[in-house]
Structures are given as structure tokens and as C-alpha cells.
């Protein structure tokens, strides 16, 4: 069994990377829809990964040797985050080695060495996207560990897996779910760097924020940083999707399960990417210090959750 | 007695023999004595000789702060942390006073026994938390803090910071968890109250300092603050009679102290190494450090990793445990409790996301990019005895951080002496797991995620330096296409600070001017005060001097009038006796 269960959670990290730039691909094919253009096929990232992949890397005379590290690190760590997160089946052996409050510290972990990436070469870009990152991630992780803090107090654990045993076991609309619901949203826009807090096909210097701390980056280190950040993306809507919205999730590891398991979460992040396309083509960027606003208002739904929990849930 | 001996001392043993590395000889005398001082605190058995072994710590480290006393900003926070260590010290005099006189003797033995009402208890717990809180920097009794740290030599910065603020930790925890007998959950929301404040304001300040060893004095009032958020739990659960979750906090609190000793001590040292080479402690002349000093380069990030509370090192573990604890919060039967917890929660991780700002700009700035002036431009490897004691620290972090199981099952000593009960279950399945509550509950492989972690790396690195592609061409930096950058034009560690500082400027007293536009060559001006002066300490110094103002009344120099008043307080004192 627990052999079994290995290789599912080996399955289901490789599932991660390969499937990951196909929802970056799909929320771009849907944006170009809305704009009334053709838009690039689905199947693009793949491609630009590939060429890049094959492509001489060039690294800046002033890098230092974590310049070279970092993209490993930064792919490795939110890979390893990724796989933790219950995709296909529910019970997966990854899900105990690292709880939701390692998922945020691995995910910090390689927000941390993104940074210092972008400040390594000693441009101003760099710096700029790395203080930028850090103010607007100083905001939004404590807002996603209350979204999430909600979900293990009601679940008394803060085991993913747990967690979503106890979603499909009493199902019921409860206020603090919609708050945390709310809370974990706005928190993923603004980790994945996504409209209206950054915008990921911005090159226009003075607005960017993750693509500033990139773009010394080229062939398959930047590869690699793509990678992550769309790997990132597909974290976040799995969490998302799975958590609030465990309908079909596998759960055990015979074939058919692990089929409807797919299908289901293909399904929600297709829908997830759609809304996130239309959201993007709806709102504009706001200005950085705007956005400090965005994740109050995330923290303070988060926290509502939180509360509204302990003290409306808790004691009926 | 001696678990927590043990448990204490460890990182001060291991910083003992590394001390004599850069050490002068005149500080030799001072820095020994200050060592034995805070031993024979953590020794004492009765209160008499803790007060003195105390007052031998502070007064030593007077000495060790006042060393380069030509410096006139050294006199002035010597003398401030003189004053403030005997206001603390008096009140815990007061506080031990106060046992003592219902257990009728100075013996910690005396006091355990002694019928407490709960007044009174309040009243010595409040004394002991001001005396104790005031050494271990709590907001607002921090003032002292950032000013005695950064003038004392670094390696001495390093004593005080990862152990005499921790002395006055062990202080607290004997006081209060021994000594007082039965707690009160009213102390424990104070306690995290004021440790939330802590921990907030102290790295809020932090990320603003330039100044090195100043901002790692501030990030110590932070760590002490979550030191005591770990505290204040355990005192509410035990106070509302949840015995094992206030083992857990506890342990998670003690997990702290011994992290915040081991990374704050190799901080320091890397500092210290960084003033050795460069004889610079402002950031904004720093940069590019990592290429000229690679070992100190490489334990410093190691440092800031720990610190900023990432897995797979140290700090993770204990911030871990600490938010489990936190969330165990809807056993409690009080709804203000319950809802005064989580916010507690949201500081805490607000904290700890502002300490990874923190070091990604110290790090960033001091050992990434350009070096920005020539000192820095030339720096050189520090000498190999303290690279040794930088790289002894970093080791322990990490160990500290992939075997929590080992580390608890030492620190369970502590609890299980104090509080009557350990955290076995911590460990209940096997050294891979740690599981404070249960398996289903919450459950961490440090161990599991350290190899997977290496693993993929691996991975990684053989699958992408196969081939063709494996070369990397240097070439100048691209930065959008614009000339190549200079040091002048990296980001500086105000610069990078400067979001963080529009939206928490309420907090600070901040000044910021850029000249007028008509001046050939315009400066920016900033300054950044601490809101505690404004606040807490010019009302107090105010309140004094009136009333000294007062007092002086007396004195009118006419040697009749003295006698006068000499009569009178004889005649008093006599009616008071009789």
C-alpha cells in the first residue's frame, strides 16, 4: 500500500510540472479570446520552455554564484510546496511530511531566494522588484495563513489531507468558509503576481514586480524561474479548487478513482483559469501603493473567517 | 534545576571558548566575569545570590558597553543601559521582596511554598514581568537595547544577545512558572500582548535601521517578543487548566530561546567579521561582500534563512510549533480568548513574513550586488578561527532545524521539572516525525523534506547541465538595455526599505526632506525615530523631573530648616513604632 501510495505522490508531482504551463497557456488563450484576438495556442509555454531549455545562458559579470544557485532552489522548493498539495487523490503520503504551515515556509522559502536573486546583480530593476515582492508578500502571508488557519481550526488539523477529508465528510456552507474563500482569492492574485497587483505580461519597467527581479535571467535559468512561478500558479488553484471545492477528488488510489480525481480537477482549474482571464480582462493594475489596500482587505476577510469561526461555529 | 541549566547554557558554553578569537586583553577581565555572572544566575538556588550574580552580569556588561568609551554616543548608551538595568533590577528586587515576605526566607524553596493571595501574586508577577521584560528588551522598556548592543565589540553583542537576554528569559520562566505556584490566564494575556507588541515594533524597526549591528539589536526585541507570545500562550492554557497545550507552548517558547541564541550569535559574528574586514557597519557602504568573503558570505545567508524562519532551519521549527499551539485555541471555553488568539496568530506571521523582508535586504544589500565604497571593494577573508566559530553556529542551525525531535526530547527536561508534564508525543513516531499534538492534527518531516529537497536539486542540476547547453557566457548586465549599471545605481537598503515605510510610517516618527529644488546638488535627508520616546519615555521623564522639582523644595540650604525636618521625621517615626 504504502508503495502504492509513493508512487501516486511521485505521480502526482510529476502531473504538477507537466501540467502547469498548460494553465498558463489556457488563461492566456482565454484572455486573447476576450481582447477579440487569436490569441497563441494553448500549447505555447511549452514551446518557450523548450527553446529556452536549449538555449546558452548568460549571466552578468557582477553575479555572484547564488545568481546561478537560484533558480534551481526557487523550482526545487515550490515544487516540493506543489507536491504537497492534494491534486488527483486525497491521501497522499507527501501531504505528512509537510503540513499547510510548511507549505507557506517552502513557498517563502523560494520567494526568498527570488529576491535575493533579483538583487544580485546590482541593477535597479532588481532592487526594485525584490522590495517591491517583499512588500506585497510581507502582506499577503499573513492573510493566507489565516485563510488557512480557518480551515485547519475547523478541521482540528492543519494536515492538507485531513483538511479535505473533513470538507467531503460534512460538506455545509459555513460564513468563515466564504471569508476564508474570499481571503485565500485575493491572496493568490497577489502571490502569482497576477492583474490588478502585478502584471505578468508586463515588461514595462517601472510597473513590474516579479518580472523585474527576472530579467537577468535568460536560457534555462530563466527557464527554470518560469517553471516555478507558473508551477506556483497551478499550487494555488489546485489549493483552491481542491479545498473549497472537493467534489471528485480521488480518494484512493485504484485507477478509476485517480481518473475522476483528474478529470474533476481539470475541470475546476479550467473553470478557475476562465475566471481568472475574465478578472484580468475586467480590472486594470492598480498602483503599488494601492495595493497594500488589496491585502488589508484580504487579511481582514481572512480574519473575519477566523473569527467569525471560533466564535460563531465553535461554541454551537 | 539543572535541565534548565543545561538547556540554557548550551549555546553560551559553545560561545565561551569562541570568544577569545578577536578579544583584546583588557577585555578578557569583563567579558569573564559577565560570563560567570550569568552563570551564577541560571545556578543561583535562592534569591539572594541571584540578585547578586545579576547585578554582576549588568554591571560587567556596563563595562563591556562603555569599552571604547571615547565614542561619546558609547558613554551615553552605556549609561542608559545602566540606568535602565537597575529600574529593572530594583523591580525585580521588589518582586523577589514580595515572595519572600510570604514565604519567610530568600530560598527559591521558601518562596515556592508561599500562600499567595492573588493579589499579591499579581503584584509580584507585574514586578517580576517589568524587571525581566526591561532586560530582555520588551517594547516600550526596549530603549536600551539598541543603543548597548551595537556599542559593544561584536563578539560581546553576540554574549548579550543570544544569552543575557536570555538569562533574563530563564529569569521570567523561574518567576513566574516555578516560583509563583499557581498562574492566572489575566498574566497570560498580558504577556502576549506585550510580546506581540515586540515583536511587531522591533522588526518594523529593523527593516528600517542601515546601521548592521543596530538593526540585529532591533530584530532581537522581535525574537524576545515571540519568545513571550510563546509564553503568554502557555500561561493561558495553563491558566484555564489545559495542561498539554501549555507544555506545547512552552516548549515551543524554550525552542525559540535556543534558536534565537544560535542564529542571533551567528549574525553578530558575521557582522562582526564584516567590521573586521571593512571596519563598516552602515549598509549603504556595503555590497558585493559575498565574492570577497565567501565562507562568512555563505554562513551569513545560512543565518538569515534561520532567522527569517524558513524551513529547513531552526527558526522554522519553533515558529511552527508555536502557531500549532495557537491554533489548538478552540479547546478554550472563553470567546474572548478564542478571538484574542488568532489575531495574536496574524502578528505573529505578519512578523515573520517583515523578518524575510529584513534579511532579504540585509543580505542583498551587504553581500549582493557592487561593493559601494573602497574599503568594501578590498575586504578579505576574515582570519580562520572565526570563520570556524561562524560555520560551528551555522551547523547547529541547521541541525537544530532537520532533528526537532532530538532537540525536544532535551528540552523536555524543562517542562516536565516546572510544569510536572513533558511533550512525549512529540516524538511518539519515531525521529522523522514531529507530531506536538497528534498525527492527524499536524505532523513535520524535517528530515524527509531536507533529502527530497536535495534530491530534486540533484535532479534538476544532472537533467539541465547535460549537453550542449551547459555553457554560460559572462557579458555585462542587460537591465533593460540601458548603459551598464554602476555601484551608484544599485538599490540601497533605504531605497528598499522605502515601500514598507510608507505603509507602517505611522508607527515611527519619521522625518524625510530632499532639499530645495533651486539647490545645485540636492540632498535626501531621512530620519527615523523611535514613536517609544515620544510615547513612554519623555511622559516619564517629565513626571520625574517635577517631582524631583518638588523634592528640591526642601532643600533651602538653611541648616535650621533641616533640622526642623529631621525632628519631624524622628517624631513620625516614633508615633509609627509606638
Known amino acids: ?316 | 534545576m539543572v535541565s534548565v541549566a543545561v538547556g540554557l547554557y548550551g549555546p553560551a558554553y559553545v560561545r565561551g571558548f569562541e570568544h577569545g578569537r578577536d578579544s583584546l586583553t583588557a577585555l578578557g577581565g569583563f567579558a569573564g566575569l559577565f560570563l560567570s555572572g550569568m552563570l551564577l544566575v541560571v545556578l543561583a538556588d535562592d534569591a539572594f545570590l541571584f540578585m547578586v550574580a545579576w547585578e554582576v552580569m549588568s554591571l560587567s556588561s556596563y563595562f563591556l558597553v562603555a569599552f571604547q568609551h571615547e565614542n561619546a554616543a558609547n558613554r551615553r548608551a552605556a549609561f542608559l543601559y545602566l540606568l535602565m538595568a537597575h529600574i529593572g533590577g530594583l523591580a525585580i528586587l521588589l518582586g523577589y521582596g514580595v515572595l519572600a515576605s510570604f514565604g519567610g526566607g530568600f530560598a527559591f524553596e521558601a518562596m515556592r511554598a508561599a500562600p499567595l493571595t492573588p493579589g499579591w501574586a499579581s503584584v509580584a508577577f507585574v514586578l517580576a514581568f517589568i524587571g525581566f521584560g526591561m532586560k530582555a528588551g520588551l517594547v516600550p522598556l526596549h530603549a536600551w537595547l539598541p543603543e548597548a548592543h551595537p556599542a559593544a565589540p561584536s563578539h560581546i553583542s553576540a554574549l548579550m544577545s543570544g544569552v543575557m537576554l536570555k538569562v533574563a528569559v530563564y529569569g521570567f520562566i523561574r518567576f513566574v512558572f516555578d516560583l509563583l505556584g499557581e498562574v492566572q490566564w489575566q498574566w497570560g494575556v498580558a504577556v502576549l500582548a506585550i510580546g506581540s507588541v515586540s515583536a511587531l515594533t522591533g522588526v518594523l524597526a529593523a527593516l528600517l535601521q542601515t546601521d548592521l549591528k543596530r538593526l540585529l539589536a532591533y530584530s532581537s526585541v522581535e525574537n524576545l517578543g515571540i519568545i513571550f507570545i510563546g509564553l503568554g500562550l502557555a500561561l493561558v492554557f495553563l491558566g484555564t487548566g489545559h495542561a498539554p497545550l501549555g507544555t506545547l507552548a512552552f516548549v515551543a517558547a524554550l525552542y525559540h530561546v535556543l534558536n534565537h541564541a544560535l542564529f542571533k550569535g551567528l549574525l553578530f559574528l558575521g557582522a562582526g567579521a564584516i567590521l573586521h574586514s571593512t571596519h563598516e557597519r552602515d549598509l549603504e557602504q556595503m555590497g558585493g561582500l559575498l565574492r570577497r568573503m565567501p565562507w562568512t558570505g555563505l554562513f551569513f545567508l545560512i543565518g538569515c534563512i534561520a532567522i527569517a524562519a524558513l524551513p529547513p532551519f531552526n527558526g522554522f521549527v519553533s515558529e511552527w510549533l508555536t502557531f500549532q499551539a495557537a491554533l489548538q485555541t478552540w479547546q478554550l471555553e472563553s470567546g474572548v480568548l478564542r478571538s484574542l488568539i488568532p489575531i495574536v496568530s496574524a502578528v505573529l506571521a505578519l512578523t515573520g513574513a517583515l523578518v524575510a523582508a529584513t534579511f532579504v535586504k540585509v543580505y542583498g544589500v551587504a553581500f549582493l550586488g557592487q561593493a559601494r565604497s573602497r574599503h568594501v571593494r578590498h575586504a578579505r577573508q576574515v582570519p580562520f578561527g572565526m570563520r570556524a566559530g561562524q560555520g560551528w553556529l551555522a551547523g547547529l542551525c541547521l541541525l537544530f532545524g532537520v532533528l526537532p525531535t532530538a532537540v525536544i526530547s532535551v528540552i523536555d527536561g524543562v517542562p516536565r521539572q516546572l510544569l510536572g508534564a513533558g511533550l512525549p508525543q512529540a516524538a511518539a513516531h519515531g525521529w522523522l516525525w514531529l507530531t506536538p499534538v497528534s498525527p492527524a492534527t499536524a505532523s513535520y518531516s524535517a528530515p524527509l523534506v531536507v533529502v527530497l529537497l536535495a534530491v530534486l536539486t540533484a535532479l534538476a542540476l544532472w537533467s539541465l547541465r547535460r549537453g550542449a547547453v551547459r555553457r554560460v557566457r559572462r557579458c555585462d548586465a542587460w537591465d533593460c538595455g540601458f548603459a551598464p549599471p554602476t555601484a551608484r545605481m544599485q538599490y540601497t537598503a533605504t531605497a528598499f526599505a522605502q515601500p514598507i515605510r510608507q505603509v507602517f510610517g505611522l508607527l515611527f516618527h519619521i522625518e524625510e526632506s530632499v532639499g530645495r529644488r533651486e539647490d545645485g546638488a540636492p540632498r535626501y535627508q531621512l530620519s527615523i525615530g523611535d514613536r517609544s520616546w515620544d510615547l513612554f519615555y519623555a511622559p516619564v521623564m517629565r513626571a520625574v523631573e517635577s517631582a524631583s522639582r518638588r523634592v528640591v523644595r526642601l532643600q533651602s540650604g538653611n541648616v535650621r530648616v533641616y533640622l526642623g525636618w529631621t525632628l519631624a521625621t524622628l517624631v513620625l517615626l516614633l508615633w509609627i513604632i509606638s
Open chain 1, 1 to 316: 500500500m504504502t508503495a502504492v501510495a509513493w508512487g501516486a505522490a511521485l505521480l502526482q508531482a510529476l502531473l504538477y510540472a507537466a501540467l502547469a504551463p498548460l494553465l498558463v497557456g489556457w488563461i492566456r488563450k482565454v484572455k486573447a479570446r476576450l481582447q477579440n484576438r487569436r490569441g497563441a495556442p494553448v500549447l505555447q509555454p511549452y514551446r518557450d520552455l523548450r527553446k529556452l531549455l536549449v538555449k546558452e545562458a548568460r549571466v552578468a559579470h557582477t553575479a555572484s554564484p547564488l545568481f546561478r544557485a537560484a533558480p534551481y532552489i526557487v523550482f526545487v522548493t515550490t515544487w516540493l510546496a506543489a507536491s504537497t498539495v492534494p491534486l488527483v487523490a486525497v491521501s497522499l503520503p507527501t501531504a505528512a511530511i509537510a503540513d499547510i504551515i510548511v507549505l507557506v515556509g517552502l513557498l517563502a522559502l523560494a520567494r526568498f531566494f527570488l529576491a535575493l536573486a533579483g538583487m544580485d546583480v546590482g541593477t535597479a530593476f532588481g532592487g526594485m522588484g525584490a522590495s517591491r515582492e517583499m512588500l506585497v508578500s510581507a502582506l499577503a502571508e499573513p492573510a493566507m495563513l489565516m485563510a488557512v488557519f480557518t480551515l485547519a481550526m475547523s478541521a482540528h488539523s492543519t494536515n492538507l489531507a485531513s483538511v479535505i477529508d473533513y470538507q467531503l465528510g460534512a460538506f455545509a456552507l459555513r460564513p468563515s468558509f466564504l471569508f476564508a474563500l474570499g481571503g485565500l482569492i485575493l491572496v493568490a492574485i497577489a502571490e502569482t503576481g497576477r492583474i490588478p497587483v502585478d502584471n505578468p505580461a508586463t515588461h514595462l519597467e517601472l510597473t513590474m514586480i516579479h518580472e523585474a527581479m527576472l530579467l537577468e535571467y535568460s536560457g534555462r535559468h530563466l527557464a527554470l524561474m518560469e517553471w516555478a512561478a507558473q508551477l506556483k500558479l497551478l499550487l494555488y488553484g489546485a489549493l483552491i479548487a481542491n479545498i473549497f471545492f472537493p467534489w471528485g477528488i480521488g480518494q484512493s488510489f485504484t485507477p478509476a478513482d485517480l481518473g475522476i480525481g483528474l478529470a474533476a480537477v481539470f475541470l475546476k482549474l479550467l473553470a478557475l483559469g476562465a475566471a481568472l482571464a475574465i478578472g484580468e480582462t475586467v480590472l486594470a493594475k492598480m498602483r503599488l501603493f494601492r495595493a497594500p489596500a488589496f491585502l488589508n482587505l484580504a487579511l481582514l476577510l481572512a480574519l473575519l473567517g477566523l473569527l467569525s469561526h471560533v466564535i460563531l461555529e465553535v461554541g454551537a
